[in-house]
C-alpha cells in the first residue's frame, strides 16, 4: 500500500514515510492509495487488539506483522482497563461507543498510546537515526493525550501548543503537570485555529526544516493530520459492529448509522474509511457545536472559516478549520489540483466552494447538525434523567444531532468522546447543580450528585506540580521549534 498527498498525486510514500513525515512537502495530506476490502464477518470475531492488528495491517503493509500483533496488544490491553471501544446502550436503538477508559480519558488514547510505538518502527523500518521533534497544536485533548503517548521515548522530544483560555482546567492541569524529560508545553495566545497554523506554518518552512537538519533534529507531526493518527481510528467503528452484532441487535450486513462529535474531521473520516473498506455503516452524522462551520458545508458545499469564533462548553469542537475534510474532498473528487485549489483559496480568502457534484456525493454518506449550547446542557439532562447515562459536553453535542437524525430501525451508535469528569462544571451545572468554582471540587460534587467515580487519573491532578506556565504568541512557534529558550 502506498500513500499520496492530496495535492499532488506524483508524490507517493510508503506508510512508514506517511507516519514518520506527517504532511506531505507541499503541505499536502497522506491518504492511501486504494480501500483494502475486508471479511468484516471474520474481522467481528476477533478480539479488540487483534482486530487493531489486522486492520492496520491492511494500511501498513511495511511494517512487520508481529511487530503490529505485539504493539496492539500491549495498547489496547490494561490502559484501556479491558474496555476498548466498549459499546454500552443507552435507550431503545441508541448505543454510546465509549472511546475514554484510556488513560487520558479522551479518545484521542486510541491513536497517541499506539502512534509512538508506530513512529519508532517507521523510523527503524527507514533506517532513520535522527531525532524527532513533535509540533502538536491542541485544542485540549490532543495535547495530553500526545504528552502520555510520547514522553521519554528515546529519539523524540515533544512541544504542544494549546490556546490560552481555549481548555478546561482540569485539560490545561493534564498538560502543565506532564512529566517527562523530552517534553514541553506551551500556552499561545489566541484560538486552537492560531495555533494550528503557527504550527503548520512551521511545518512549511523549510529555512527551519534545513537548520534543524543541521542539527539532526526532523518535525513530525502528532496531529490528525498524520494518518498514523486516523488509522486506529477505524478500528472502533469495527468494534462497534462487532458488540451488536454478538448481542443479536443487527444481523451481518445490517447497516448501522454513526454519529460522531466533529472539531478536526478526524474521528468521523476514519468511519469514512470503515465504510469504504466494506463495514455496513450506513449514515455517518457529523455533528458540531455552535462553530458550526461543517454544517453549514455539508449543507451548501461552501465551506466559509471566517466567521466569529465561540469558545464553548466542547472545547474540542472549537475549530474552524477541520484539516481533515481535505482527504474527504480528495476522495469524492479525485484530483488532486481540485483539492490544491480548494485548499489555496482556503487559505487566501477563507472560504471555498465545491462543485454541486462533490456536495451531492458527500451528502449520500454525510448527514449532519449541530447543537447551541443550551441545547448541550440540556441534553446532558435528558440523557441523565430520562436514561441513566452520564455523558460529556462534547458526547452530548451528537446525542443532541443524532436524535434528530435517527432513521427507524436503523440503530445509531453515538461516539462519546470524552468522560463527563474532564468537563465537571459544565456537566454538574446542566444537570442542575451549582457548580463550584474549582474543577476539583466540581468533580467531587458531580462524584456526589450521580453515584459514580472520577477516573483515578483526573483525581490525582489535584496532588501534582505545575512544571509548565509560559504563554507564547503564535509566531514564536519557530522559535521553539528551533529550540530558543521562551520565557
Ligand atoms: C478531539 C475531540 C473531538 C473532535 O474530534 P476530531 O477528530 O477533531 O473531529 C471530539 N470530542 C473530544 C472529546 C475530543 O477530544
Request: hydrophobic share 40%; net charge negative; proline share 4%.
Amino acid at each position: 500500500m502506498q500513500f499520496f498527498s492530496t495535492r499532488d498525486y506524483s508524490r507517493k510514500v510508503t506508510s512508514s514515510e506517511a507516519i514518520a513525515q506527517g504532511l506531505s512537502g507541499e503541505g499536502g495530506l497522506f491518504v492511501p492509495e486504494s480501500f483494502p476490502q475486508v471479511d468484516v464477518e471474520a474481522l467481528c470475531s476477533l478480539e479488540y487488539p487483534e482486530m487493531a492488528a489486522a486492520i492496520l495491517g491492511q494500511y501498513l503493509t511495511d511494517y512487520d506483522a508481529g511487530f503490529l500483533a505485539q504493539a496492539t496488544a500491549k495498547t489496547y490491553g490494561d490502559a484501556f482497563g479491558g474496555k476498548a471501544g466498549y459499546l454500552a446502550c443507552v435507550s431503545d436503538g441508541v448505543y454510546a461507543l465509549e472511546l475514554w477508559h484510556g488513560p487520558t480519558c479522551a479518545f484521542k488514547d486510541y491513536a497517541l498510546q499506539l502512534m509512538p510505538r508506530l513512529l519508532v518502527e517507521a523510523k527503524r523500518n527507514l533506517g532513520r537515526t535522527e531525532k524527532t521533534l513533535i509540533l502538536v497544536a491542541t485544542s485540549g485533548d490532543t495535547g495530553k493525550a500526545a504528552l502520555d503517548g510520547y514522553h521519554d521515548i528515546p529519539g523524540i522530544e515533544i512541544a504542544v501548543f494549546y490556546p490560552t483560555g481555549g481548555t478546561s482546567e482540569i485539560q490545561r492541569l493534564q498538560m502543565a503537570t506532564q512529566e517527562g524529560e523530552n517534553v514541553a508545553v506551551y500556552a499561545v495566545r489566541g484560538n486552537f485555529d492560531d495555533a494550528q497554523t503557527g504550527v503548520k506554518r512551521v511545518f512549511a518552512d523549510k529555512e527551519i526544516a534545513a537548520k534543524l537538519a543541521e542539527r539532526n533534529i526532523r518535525l513530525s507531526s502528532a496531529n490528525s493530520i498524520n494518518w498514523g493518527r486516523l488509522v486506529p481510528q477505524i478500528v472502533y467503528y469495527f468494534a462497534a459492529y462487532a458488540q451488536l452484532l454478538h448481542a443479536g441487535k443487527i444481523r451481518l450486513g445490517d447497516e448501522v448509522d454513526f454519529c460522531v462529535p466533529t472539531g478536526n474531521f478526524g474521528d468521523i473520516l476514519a468511519g469514512y474509511y470503515a465504510k469504504r473498506m466494506g463495514l455496513p455503516v450506513g449514515r455517518l452524522v457529523c455533528a458540531s457545536n455552535k462553530n458550526n462551520v461543517l454544517t453549514d458545508f455539508l449543507r451548501t458545499g461552501a465551506y466559509t472559516a471566517r466567521r466569529e469564533f465561540y469558545k464553548t462548553s466542547s472545547p474540542s469542537m472549537d475549530i474552524l478549520v477541520s484539516s481533515n475534510l481535505e482527504r474527504l474532498l480528495c476522495h469524492v473528487t479525485g484530483s488532486d489540483t481540485e483539492v490544491a485549489s480548494l485548499m489555496r483559496q482556503l487559505s487566501e480568502q477563507g472560504s471555498y466552494t465545491v462543485r454541486p457534484e462533490t456536495l451531492a456525493a458527500i451528502q449520500e454518506t454525510f448527514a449532519c447538525g449541530y447543537a447551541e449550547e443550551d441545547e448541550v446542557a440540556a441534553e446532558i439532562r435528558a440523557r441523565y434523567e430520562q436514561d441513566g447515562y452520564l455523558c460529556d459536553t462534547h458526547t452530548a453535542v451528537a446525542f443532541h444531532v443524532a436524535a434528530r437524525q435517527k432513521r427507524e430501525g436503523t440503530p445509531m451508535v453515538v461516539l462519546s468522546t470524552a468522560s463527563p469528569f474532564k468537563f465537571p462544571r459544565s456537566v454538574l451545572a446542566a444537570l442542575g447543580h451549582a457548580a463550584p468554582e474549582n474543577d476539583f471540587e466540581a468533580m467531587r460534587a458531580l462524584e456526589e450528585a450521580t453515584g459514580r467515580k472520577a477516573p483515578a487519573s483526573l483525581a490525582a491532578l489535584r496532588q501534582k506540580a505545575e512544571r509548565f506556565n509560559t504563554v507564547i504568541d503564535p509566531a514564536d512557534i519557530a522559535r521553539v521549534a528551533l529550540g530558543e529558550q521562551m520565557k
